[in-house]
């Protein structure tokens, strides 16, 4: 600090002196243009002796006012706030990759094998609840997409598939075991896919509807596990993502 103040106020008397100099060069090249080199060969000796003069003063004053402790001390101070200021960007960063971006039209958000088959439901009348019921009834308004619970082929494409109205079977091979899934009263013309067609994890295979034997609109949802029907609701649970 001491020594930019010093070489400040050596520039200072360098241009104090210099102008004039310089203006009065116009008359007397010759001899001004000697004059110009004389003296800034002495202002470069006298800004060379001003800071080595200030350099012994310059070290003990630092030495005393700010410890080589107090600077490592500084360092590390430093040092942290730059860790906390990129541990706050990283988490920052982690915290925008993490909330997925929901794109309801074309693919059932999630990364895993099985993915949800709908989105933004109620979930309704569960399996064996009030009687003969063989599937989980997921409620959600007419022409909500539905996807593909997991890569498979398809098996059954129907507009009228009996009391499922228009609906879909999907059969996949799930860690080495047989899994069909059933996606029943579709809205009429909704269907996105046909019987042998493949289909990808969260493909969009047709609409909510109230077809068949519904009274509402919603996605009747049924899993056979080797031909065995089991809980869907449990299965989409222990397995979606
Ligand atoms: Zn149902």
Redesign the pocket.
Known sequence: MRSLVILTMVGGLVATVAIPAYAASTRMPIEDSQTLQQMSAVDAQSLVVASDASGTELARDSYSATTEDEINKKKAAEAAAARARAQAAAAAASSSVSSVPVNINLVSPGTGEVRWPILNFTKG?GIGDSGY?Q???LLAPGGTPLYAAAAGVVRIAQEAYGGYGVAVVIDHVIAGQRVSTLY?HMTYGSRQVVAGQSVEAGQLIGLVGSTGSSTAN?L?FEVRVNNGLVDPWAWLVANAG
């Open positions: 009348r019921h599937g989980v009834d029943g919603h009747h």
